[in-house]
Nanobody, 121 residues
Framework: QVQLVESGGGLVQAGGSLRLSCAAS????????MGWYRQHPGKQRELVATITNEGSTNYADSVKGRFTISRDNAKNTVYLQMSSLKPEDTAVYYC???????????????WGQGTQVTVSS
């Protein structure tokens, strides 16, 4: 089992910043990719940003230049630094990790519980 604990969501004014964190724990041999997704009310979950084990990043066009994803492999933690926030960034943000489990080396994809980000205009 892999557990994910997210933190850092909240309410911020437009133009402000927030940093999300997601720590993974459990039976982990190696974490491959880590990422953040978000879901607006009544819409499907969408990609925000991902980062590979080697540090390669990928961003949704809507957040390029404003959000930065990073990871601390020693802490099995992924971060999302969000700046110049807009009201349309309001959503529930979910952490996602793709891991190889310890011992079995089987692949596991897990989601966090979600954290609310609200940007007021």
């Amino acid at each position: 089992q892999v557990q994910l604990v997210e933190s850092g969501g909240g309410l911020v004014q437009a133009g402000g910043s927030l940093r999300l964190s997601c720590a993974a724990s459990g039976s982990i041999f190696r974490i491959n990719s880590m990422g953040w997704y978000r879901q607006h009310p009544g819409k499907q979950r969408e990609l925000v940003a991902t980062i590979t084990n080697e540090g390669s990043t990928n961003y949704a066009d809507s957040v390029k230049g404003r959000f930065t994803i990073s990871r601390d492999n020693a802490k099995n933690t992924v971060y999302l630094q969000m700046s110049s926030l807009k009201p349309e960034d309001t959503a529930v943000y979910y952490c996602n990790v793709d891991v190889l489990r310890r011992y079995s080396l089987s692949r596991d994809n897990s989601w966090g519980q979600g954290t609310q980000v609200t940007v007021s205009s």
